[in-house]
């Protein structure tokens, strides 16, 4: 076995660890190999003992990555990975599109103008893309299952607001435009797939998984209120409930608000995977709480606004049952 | 996976915690005493048992010390606790009641009765 080839690839595997603690983690794997290769039970001479200790070993890749995963070297940074362009860089681009194309007139359907729609749905794909990369090249799960589903979401908002579908959509003008509808639903298509086989392959992972399909049940929420919204029939006439108890320069801050700022922290920060599902229980619950008060009259809304919550409820208790983070012992 | 290998799979502390109740120990002897015990029924790649040892750790079922006394390298010494000899007792108890109504439902004598020591 060659020691030295072996320590030398955990150690670029564990990139990303505090120098200290990745000096610990190589002494305590080196000092393993060490015994191995003296212990005389694992044969009779050193080469004999290499070539059994080297298949006991596993890959530096797998040990790299069990050890990855219990100590999340990288965690404040998949935080600011998410925290900053979803709960702050955000807002700028929104200004900065609103003075550009005077976005905030209030149109039938949104209270955004239509090249306002579009023109941010159209950056927030490139801002929302550019993470899934940095997401893969950094092979941060938690990140990539976060952005990936917000990417598909943003294409299928694009889609949709722009109904190109319909013969009266102001965006069927052209053979050029037919073909960018072809290309948005092939993207649609090809990232809904990529992210099916991703959740195939973590399946393992439920917390992996219920952080990547909530954003969808949150948005079909979002999008069976927007049906009913016009019957202004909700426990506030026309306007949902926001619960906000100040404004701070004009920006509300409440029930919502704050948990969506305490949620990432949670999930990302903690080591402890009960708090990381009390971050995603804190991601789900105040939104459907508030839509759940206001759409009383319907129960269909109550229901679909429920299943949020439900699936964090039941990703928990699948993940108490499974013991998730226990290696297998079959090699 | 088989039915027996998610069986073995959900196993994996409690056969660390069973070795460390007899001592405290680094991971190259919990693999050689795994293997030893179980008569090579049980064994794993460092890649699967640091991993677990560490998140086992972080779970306060364990705990490691440094100790320099042997080789050129540190050993990381792993010691069960409180926390661990609880689960350790509870775990025991579960395996001994699932394997007993196991043998009970596949028509077998009571094997299981008596194979695991209580701590």
Redesign the interface.
């Known amino acids: 076995m060659n020691t030295e080839k072996y320590l030398d690839q955990l150690k670029a595997e564990l990139k990303g660890f505090h120098p200290e603690e990745r000096a ?2 190589i ?6 190999i ?3 290769l ?2 005389p ?1 694992l044969g009779n001479d050193l080469p004999e003992r290499g070539q059994k200790l080297e298949a ?4 530096p890749h ?2 790299g990555r ?2 990855k ?3 999340r070297p990288n965690r404040w940074v998949d935080l600011l990975l998410v925290f900053v362009p979803y709960e702050i860089l955000k807002y700028p681009i929104l200004i900065i599109l609103t003075l550009i194309l005077g976005g905030l007139a209030q149109t039938n359907s949104s209270v955004f103008s239509q090249p306002y729609l579009m023109a941010s749905n159209r950056i927030f794909f490139l801002l929302y893309g550019l993470l899934v990369l940095i997401a893969l090249r950094r092979r941060s799960l938690d990140v990539l299952f976060f952005w990936l589903p917000q990417t598909i979401l943003t294409v299928f908002a694009l889609i949709f607001r722009e109904k190109r579908w319909l013969p009266e959509s102001p965006f069927n003008t052209n053979m050029a435009s037919m073909f960018e509808s072809l290309f948005w639903l092939i993207l649609l298509a090809g990232m809904i797939s990529w992210l099916a086989y991703l959740l195939w392959v973590n399946r393992h992972d439920v917390l992996l998984i219920v952080l990547a399909l909530l954003p969808f049940l949150i948005t079909f929420g979002n999008m069976a209120l927007s049906q009913y919204r016009s019957t202004g029939n909700f426990s506030g006439g026309y306007q949902l409930p926001d619960w906000n108890f100040a404004f701070i320069g004009g920006f509300p801050l409440g029930v919502y608000q704050i948990s969506m700022l305490v949620w990432p922290i949670l999930f990302y920060i903690s ?2 995977r009960q708090m990381r599902w009390l971050g995603l229980l804190l991601n789900a619950t105040p939104l459907a709480l508030m839509n759940i008060v206001a759409s009383m009259r319907y129960p269909q809304l109550v229901v679909v606004w429920i299943t949020p919550v439900t699936l964090v409820v039941i990703g928990w208790l699948i993940d108490q049952s ?2 998730t ?7 | ?1 088989t039915d027996l ?1 998610q069986v ?6 409690l ?1 660390i915690l069973g070795i460390l109740s007899q001592g405290p120990m ?4 919990i ?2 005493e795994l293997e030893k015990r179980s008569e090579g029924y ?7 048992l ?3 040892l ?2 086992m750790e ?1 779970d306060d079922l364990i705990q490691g010390k440094w100790d320099e006394s042997k ?6 010494v792993y010691e069960i606790t409180r926390a661990g000899l609880e689960r350790l007792a509870s775990g025991q108890a579960d395996w001994r009641r699932f394997a007993e109504q196991l043998f009970k439902m596949l028509g077998g004598a009571t094997a299981a009765s008596g194979e695991v020591n209580e701590h």
């Open positions: 610990a983690l002494e305590e794997v080196a000092a393993h060490e015994d191995g003296a212990d039970q006991e070993m596993g890959s797998d040990l069990g050890l995963e219990i100590h080591r402890h499974k013991h983070r226990q290696p297998s012992l079959i090699t | 996976m290998q073995r799979k959900g196993s994996t502390p056969l680094h991971g190259y002897a693999m050689r049980f064994n794993m790649t460092a890649a699967l640091y991993p677990a560490h998140q972080q080789g050129m390298h540190r050993r990381k």
